[in-house]
């Protein structure tokens, strides 16, 4: 389009239908968290990278950018809806550099695909992940028959589970054998601990570089830029703030999960800690949810 004939149709609406890839990332990036063969999950993997790549190369377009200015400078009165879609396209593409000097432009799109690159490759090791752990019955007591019968079995009999959601949630709201519990959610919290860690030590450093080339003091204050909180202060003070309302009723919960937790103690003989950890929580929950509120997710 020429420069001066800009106009809504050929220049904002045109950029918005060409760029509505919203439900084709879904499409292509749902079947790398549930297809069971690993072929379509590595091509839906690659078929993300490729999205996320089109979409940084594209809110880098100079080209794409003045275009935009261009029709915005003409100041023409617009609709709600429309100044606030044309806003939002002029913010992202100076929220990916457009405003940067070349040099730094060319730096936050290397960094940007490489957050992309080892995000995908993060998300990929959580999804492949394959740990199988042995269980006896007795050491699954409480889940019901038909959980129990779900679990394949090893050659001794015993079930063999995995930490993927099917297998992992049960056994942290059903299974009344505290060690289990804390074994599967130990192992559960740790997952690709030794793949992952690299990475998401090599992310906070990208971030934090990202967001200084676009002016912001951390990650955290580019991505509340554009939110209701707007600075991490904010959003800090706001969390702090509902804490300090809600303890009471926190301290009343807790003391129902650790009643609970005492009667269970004292039924098995077993020592009583006067703690609720993190393999305790969906445990106690649920028994409050039964027997409070009548409700059996089973």
């Known amino acids: 389009v020429p420069e001066g004939a ?54 880098m377009r100079e080209d794409l950018y003045k275009a935009v200015i261009s029709y915005k400078n003409k100041g023409e009165k617009l609709e709600e809806l429309e100044q606030r879609l044309l806003n939002k396209i002029v913010e992202d593409f100076e929220r990916n550099g457009l405003g940067l000097s070349v040099e730094k432009r060319e730096q936050l799109k290397v960094i940007k695909k490489r957050i992309s690159e080892l995000s995908i490759k993060a998300s990929q090791n959580m999804n492949e992940e394959n740990s199988k752990y042995t269980f006896t019955e007795q050491e699954l007591e409480g889940l019901p028959k038909d959980i129990i019968d779900h679990f394949p079995k090893d050659e001794n009999g015993k079930c063999i589970v995995t930490l993927k959601y099917p297998d992992y949630v049960p056994i942290q709201k059903h299974c009344n054998v505290e060690e289990t519990r804390k074994n599967l959610e130990t192992a559960y919290s740790s997952r690709c601990q030794q793949e992952n860690t690299p990475i998401l030590e090599e992310l906070i450093k990208l971030r934090h570089e990202g967001a200084s080339l676009l002016g912001y003091p951390c990650h955290s204050a580019y991505v509340l830029a554009i939110r209701m909180a707007k600075t991490p202060e904010t959003a800090i003070n706001f969390l702090d703030d509902l804490v300090e309302k809600l303890k009471p009723s926190l301290e009343r919960e807790i003391l129902k999960f650790l009643e609970l ?38």
């Open 261 to 298: 937790k005492q009667e269970d103690c004292l039924k098995k003989n077993t020592p009583f800690d006067n703690k609720i950890n993190s393999w305790d929580y969906n445990y106690y929950l649920n028994k409050i949810l039964e027997r409070d509120y009548s409700i059996n997710e089973n």
């Open 6 to 59: 800009h106009t809504w149709n050929n220049t904002i609406k045109a950029f918005e239908d060409a760029f509505c890839i919203s439900s084709l990332y879904a499409s292509v990036y749902f079947p790398s968290y549930i297809d069971p063969k690993k072929d379509v999950r590595d091509a839906s993997n690659a078929g993300k990278k490729k999205l996320d790549d089109f979409q940084i190369d594209t809110y």
